[in-house]
């Protein structure tokens, strides 16, 4: 008979090793010819991207040798960090931030751009010309902003600007015929998310752009992945309608034209532009596309005939992610589902067939210990509704775990949220008939969760926690109006989501009112902070991940992609510092009520370690339990195994040293001031 075991002490075949271990990072498929090519962000070798080629007959080796990294830092995010184009590969190095240059059969890159302070992405090959167009951000200037551009760059790696004058650039792509070039740009103090300009010109005969045009977009609609379609339509994503779906332009001059004749109801198209390279949609030949779409907060897949809109899903029990290659008869896309972690595969797009190319992870864990998320929306403030992912926690070989029925709306009262959980006598200790839970909430802030296999939330549940993924206001998915919520009102309503979805599972029975914790990072970790702060007394203890503590600093000391970002989500700065002020956590530390553990890496150039090194100082004066856990040579977000390792055991242990349980193997212990 299996054992009955309190909550969090569970053995769990999930180790923070495999999560790390096992667990590479798929990104940016393409094709070139009959070869597949891809990234692969690979822990075990300090978080290094290396990029992969598969040939026709299955071979599969990797193309960039160490020490390179295929990694760009143009909006310190990246993306868009390689191009191959009939044999030859173009890259950016990360250590360096030149383009190299590795032809077929060549085994040791060659640097193409010179040694200098210019960052370059989005790259793509303008076959007519024999050049590269590229995003250049130029640092030469110290002291001063960036400057980013469009650059034509030859063979020689000399680079000439071709368009310039607006703060950003991004998704330069060449027409079929090699005559036009299509971007989209746009100014501070916008996002990406938040309105672009769609613009395309022509090549003059010295591959200048004249007589450039504005097809689409403006301060209110956000255009994302343009493109062009076989035939030389202009094909991209837009929110025009509230949603962004798909369109196309026959010229610059045209009405525009859905690409889908009925597109699914609440659905989008398109993803915030966080970096550069993502694609929601890709043309299988002359006369149809395939296309990913989110809905309910669920990624789908289908075929689209280009020539009469109409549409049919592409059903292979996968979530696409945010890249998607096709030919004639296949599409190559990253995709996941909530029991099977990210796969490279190939989709027939005739037959469905899928073919695995590569796994992300090869650990197999029994379906039997993986918790499977639940989509659940529930009532917020001001009458709203707002959406999370709900996991169980699931170990089979642990009996004893509260079994409740679904999540029905009418079980959440507010007012009933201050009752604690019953507890009962369980394997000799007492117990807590609903488990602890962890709510998360993710980057950005304009970001989503997923439903996808997650190891991470999985090292959590199979211990014995409830966790849940919160879509709080501002995320990305659920249209322009639900990611409009959080302009002028970060730090209310994403701490008002957080309070009520802990508050909603713990009125139905799924959490223990007297053990929620939330974490989260970077902006996840400014929501931690914040909720903590500006809401004590729901939450017994928290973890912030490279989290905004002082909003001010962020402001004044941040990369040029977000130093406006902030206007938009409080007010512009400084004319509204005084707000700043109160919604920053740093100086709310007298409101905090309990633990807290922080995880920062040392060369964090997006949010600086100051920020979580002056609040962990203000908690340790405050005299509240607290640890700090800074790591050297990691960024903005974990790379390193060892990190991923050190991170999940030490927040395992910082929750078994506040909630008084011996968790399961051995753990080395991190040092809590004031426990």
């Known amino acids: 008979m299996n054992p009955t075991l309190p909550y969090g002490t569970w053995p769990s075949p999930i180790s923070a090793a495999s999560v790390a271990a096992q667990s590479l990072r798929l990104s940016a498929v393409t094709i070139d010819g009959d070869d597949i090519y891809w990234l692969e962000g690979r822990p075990a070798e300090g978080g290094r991207n290396v990029l992969v080629r598969r040939t026709p007959d299955g071979a599969t080796c990797d193309v960039t040798p160490a020490p390179f990294n295929v ?59 024999r050049r590269l167009i590229a995003v250049r951000e130029d640092h030469t200037v110290a002291g001063q902003e960036a400057v980013t551009t469009l650059v034509a760059i030859d063979a020689g790696g000399q680079a000439r600007i071709l368009a310039q004058g607006r703060d950003f650039y991004s998704t330069p792509r060449i027409s079929p015929d090699g005559s036009a070039l299509v971007w989209i740009c746009w100014d501070h103090p916008q996002m990406p998310w938040d309105g672009t300009e769609l613009w395309v010109a022509r090549f003059d005969d010295a591959g200048d752009l004249r007589a450039p045009a504005r097809v689409a977009g403006g301060p209110k609609e956000s255009i994302y992945q343009p493109g062009w379609s076989p035939d030389g339509a202009i094909v991209f994503a837009s929110d025009r309608s509230g949603w962004w779906q798909l369109y196309r332009a026959d010229t610059p001059q045209a009405t525009l034209r859905p690409l889908l004749a009925t597109a699914p109801a609440e659905s989008e198209f398109g993803r915030p532009q966080w970096t550069f390279g993502t694609v929601t949609w890709a043309f299988a030949g002359e006369s149809r ?37 096709a030919t004639a008869r296949h599409a190559f896309v990253i995709a996941a589902s909530p029991q099977r972690a990210a796969v490279l595969v190939r989709l027939g797009l005739d037959d469905g067939s899928v073919a695995v190319i590569k796994e992300s992870s090869e650990a197999r864990f029994d379906e039997n210990v993986l918790s499977v998320p639940d989509a659940i929306e529930f009532p917020t403030a001001s009458g709203r509704t707002a959406h999370a992912f709900y996991y169980a926690p699931r170990n089979a070989a642990v009996e004893g775990q509260s079994e409740t029925g679904g999540l029905k709306a009418s079980g959440y009262q507010p007012a009933t949220v201050a009752e604690r959980a019953s507890t009962t006598q369980v394997g000799g200790s007492l117990q807590a008939s609903a488990p602890p839970l962890i709510a998360i909430g993710h980057g950005g802030p304009t970001a989503s969760a997923s439903r996808a296999l997650d190891p991470r939330i999985q090292f959590w549940t199979s211990r014995g926690f409830a966790v849940v993924d919160v879509n709080y206001g501002g995320s990305a998915g659920y249209g322009r109006d639900y990611r409009e919520r959080l302009r002028g009102e970060w730090g209310h309503v994403d701490v008002d989501d957080m309070v009520h979805a802990v508050q909603y599972l713990a009125g139905s029975g799924r959490a223990d009112p007297g053990r929620l914790v939330i974490r989260g990072g970077s902006a996840g970790g400014y929501t931690t902070l914040a909720a903590l702060t500006f809401r004590p007394g729901v939450f017994k203890g928290g973890a912030s991940y490279y989290g905004v503590s002082d909003l001010e600093a962020l402001a004044r000391d941040t990369h040029k992609f977000e130093a406006r970002y902030l206007d938009s989500l409080v007010g512009p700065y400084p004319a509204a510092a005084d707000e700043y002020r109160r919604r920053s956590p740093i100086h709310a530390t007298d409101r905090l009520a309990c633990a807290l553990i922080f995880f920062q890496g040392l060369e964090d150039r997006v949010v600086p370690p100051n920020q979580s090194e002056q609040m962990a100082e203000a908690v340790r004066r405050k005299g509240l339990p607290v640890a700090y856990v800074a790591f050297a040579g990691e960024q903005h977000g974990f790379r390193k195994a060892e990190t991923i390792v050190r991170s999940l055991e030490a927040e395992l242990y910082f929750y078994s040293a506040i909630f008084g349980f011996t968790p399961a193997g051995t753990i080395a212990p991190v040092e809590i001031d004031n426990l």
Request: aromatic fraction near 14%; glycine fraction near 10%; charge should be negative.
């Open 71 to 129: 990694r760009t830092r143009v909006h310190e995010y990246g993306g868009g960090a390689y191009l191959v184009d009939r044999g030859t590969v173009w890259f950016s190095n990360f250590a360096d931030q030149r383009l190299y240059r590795l032809d077929a059969g060549q085994v040791a890159p060659e640097a193409l751009t010179p040694e200098g302070a210019w960052f370059y992405a989005d790259v793509c090959f303008d076959r007519a010309r």
């Open 289 to 325: 596309a395939v296309v990913s779409f989110t809905r309910k907060g669920a990624w789908q897949l289908a075929v689209v005939d280009a020539r009469t809109g109409v549409h049919r899903a592409l059903d292979v029990g996968l979530d696409p992610q945010e890249w998607i290659a």
